[in-house]
């Protein structure tokens, strides 16, 4: 490579899928199902649309079951067969709602939920499932987010047989955030962005269920040791996106809190987790993006859809890729 310096670069695979941002994305077996989202940035009319992307062919199909709901700036994780989406704008107020699409029978479930506090509700929040089973949600908006000084965490567990979920609160001294990502790694809760200041937080004792790493992840995490690391991590930025594995986080896009940009962009970064966080700068994409979506397996890293610049939401899919 070029002055033996590691850059990454987004390979555009697709451009025949929804225009989405502040959407949802779940890999499960050799598809991504996507839901929700708005196609307008700023609009308070969110989408009930399902879809799923064939990672072998590259193709695009809209699943059109009845009962899905409606909903942006919603969270999702997978439970065996089943996506989970948790929380969210609804067109009328955030919610807390849990909803459940069972991919093998093709059905949409509707769990009782309960523990949440009244007139409270999720959006730009995340959602993470732990080694134990139990959803880590972190992060709150509604009518009592001003009366905390700190943010909000949640355990969510259940039972999607028998159709029941229960928040309890979580008190662990996160900060109030929002449009955040939360990159479970080794041992270590690692917290990016979603406020102007306190850019990163770490909490320890925390495993995830998911500890896949994507090939080139692996690869530039045992690459990039050799260059010379950022000074300090970038300013704040919110509605970005991350990719996790063992030893490394994989950042791109978002809105910056500096004022240097007034649209979304296209840096990119690793972060490094031992000995301690290290960042590096992977490059600018001429692809700025916020509130898109990322998901990944062992063999890659995919983004899809989020609000560009002059505001147009983009319905573009790409990889991301090394530099040759």
Partial sequence: MASNKLTVKLKLISESGPSLCNHVAVIIGN?????????KKRSNSPSRKLYHFSLDTHSWEEIDKPNGPALSHH????????????????????????????????????????GFPSGAGLSSHTATVLKNGDILVVGREGSLHTQRRSGNAF?????????????????M??????GHTVNIVGSQMITIGGRSDKVVEQHLNYHAANTLMPSI???????????????KPPCGRKHHISATGPDA???????????????????MYLVRTKPYLTWYMLGKSVVGREGHICCWNTDQIIIHGGAGPKNIVSNEMYQVLLES
């Avoid at 992840?217 to 000074?231: A, E, F, G, H, R």
Wanted: aromatic letters at 12%; proline letters at 5%; hydrophobic letters at 35%.
């Fill in 31 to 39: 598809r991504i199902y996507v839901h929700g989202g708005v196609s």
């Fill in 75 to 114: 969270a999702g994780v997978v439970i065996d067969q089943y996506m989970v989406l948790i929380g969210g704008w609804d067109g009328h107020s955030r919610i807390s709602n849990v909803f459940v699409f069972d991919i093998e029978k093709q059905q949409w479930i509707n769990p009782k939920v309960t």
């Fill in 155 to 171: 355990l969510l567990s259940g039972n999607i047989e028998k159709g029941c979920f229960k928040y309890t609160d979580y008190p």
């Fill in 249 to 267: 986080i994989f950042i791109h896009g978002g809105e910056t809190f500096d004022g240097r940009s007034r649209e979304p962009v296209g840096e």
């Fill in 217 to 231: 992840l692996k690869y530039l995490c045992d690459n990039i040791k050799s260059q010379t690391p950022m000074p």
């Fill in 173 to 178: 001294g996160v900060a109030s955030r929002s």
